[in-house]
């Protein structure tokens, strides 16, 4: 056993801020993956209408805003991360008006909302790319988007060797008009996501234009796909590397190296260097965009916010799109990707304070997505915490409970942390992955673009469990859903959770409420040193938090005040609280 004393506390490692703050410093951010919400028509997909519906739910859950996945006009090749039409809501989930009654919703019942945006490609159905297809080689229209002449005697071959993220290569070739091949385009992701070029001044003022129309029609900002995108390595060179979503480049080739830590991370223009970016991703150029779209935040009242979504490394280079005077927060993704290990996961949290504090710019953290098997499922793996691209069946199975006792573990570790965190929707109620999903009911472009090596994203994007006993668990009216719901879900419901003493809902709701009343997100976090490598121990303000990541249990002296725990605690007959292994308890701190 390792025992709690008053040993005294390391150096701060963050230090507080005032509380009255800009709201995104410190908020609790709920995103909400609108074809799996909830669906008010009845077609068995989420729609605008539905989540209006269930925002009292977030609102008792006590998130501060709202974040909406894309519910944009789209063919839907990706799942609406193919955009057709930025100014319009697509009719699959609605109508502009569905989604300004709900906006004002949120706005009452005092919950920010911020939108997705999504500028390093559009959808093959924009009006700009059909425009560029009809208009052939040579002509301005295509000059918004990348087209380059093939290599090879006849232009048989890609003009680079760049692969998609989703599998293949990143080029897809067109047949002109009298049917004869053509030129090729630039697609990083689906061949129906063509890449913009982000070079043409037409594109620049075109999305400025974009943020305006929401702007004006009161969202609260705009969390940034593919933030790091965009601007590409002039000439468009050959390179041997391979991205992953989240982790980003895992192997690099002879390019100039990134410094691991940018000196003076203000100045950004003097950071050079490809690096482990290869030129597709991170290049310079994208922070004069991000500088501009700050000032157009500037002109509007409210503190409106840009996330930026980076798989950048190392975290030197993704303080560089936080800076004073681009986005105000950037997605944590060397948080997420860590593994369930104590030593490992304390390195990357006092490096993310140093490195965004470099800055002045809140930390953020988060352990589930759209793009992610959900942590409730990856704890539960053989190996906690490793990242498979999806799971089904065939695949190694999760241990369910292990996985959400340590799930639980670590969003309590991760709500006791000083800054801005992101929920997604349906861990509130502990929900592990679909990972048993018919590989025929899959429909994630990645799983058909890499032949079915990747499982792909619809694990974590099945519709959410609201009613035990219905069908379709309440997602829809008529039961249907989109993607199947595991018959285990019942359990998840939020019918069967709410008002239950310690379940997983219950629990959230505690700790949320328990962090705006304590002022966490405001914070300060010092270490407690001397519990073992195996334990988390820190000070925020007036609270002690404890993530027992070991297997001897962590004994709290007795007369300890608890205030929450993620799991069952024991006391032992001199009146200590035992914690045990894969649990993590706030305790009122001692002096």
Known sequence: MTTLDSRPLHTLVHAPCSPDAEWWRTAVIYQVYPRSFADAS???????PGITSRLPHLAELGVDAVWLSPFYRSPQADAGYDVADYRDVDPLFGTLDDFDTLLGRAHELGMRVIVDLVPNHTSDEHAWFVEAMAAGPGSAARDRYLFREGRGEHGEEPPNNWQSIFGGPAWTRTTNPDGTPGQWYL????????????EHPEVRAEFEDVLRFWLDRGVDGFRIDVAHGMVKEAGLPDWDGHVSMIEGVDEVDGHDAVPTEADDPSRADEVTGSGNRGPMFDQDGVHEIYRAW?????????????????????????????????????????????????????DVIEASYVTADGVGAPTTWVLSNHDVVRHASRLGLSVPGSRPNGIGVGDEQPDEALGLRRARAATLLMLGLPGSAYLYQGEELGLPDHTALDDDLRQDPAFFRTGGAERGRDG????????AAEEGFGFSPTGVTWLPQPASWAAYALDAQRGVAGSTYETYRAALGLRRSELLGSGGLAWTPGLGE???????REVQVVANLGTAPVVLPAGTEVLLTSGDTATDADGAVLVPSDTTVWVRATA
């Open 187 to 198: 697609h990083l992701f689906d061949s129906r996501q063509p890449d913009l070029n982000w």
């Open 294 to 346: 700050n000032r157009v935040l500037a002109q509007y009242a409210g503190d409106r916010a840009l996330v930026a979504e980076a798989w950048v490394e190392p975290l030197s280079r993704l303080a560089l799109y936080v800076r004073p005077d681009e986005m105000q927060q950037a997605f944590n993704f060397a948080f997420l990707a860590t593994p369930w290990d104590a030593p490992q996961l304390r």
């Open 460 to 467: 974590c994007r099945v519709p959410l469990p609201w009613a």
């Open 42 to 48: 009845g077609d068995g997909v989420g729609d605008l």
């Open 534 to 540: 195996d334990v988390i121990a820190f000070v925020n």
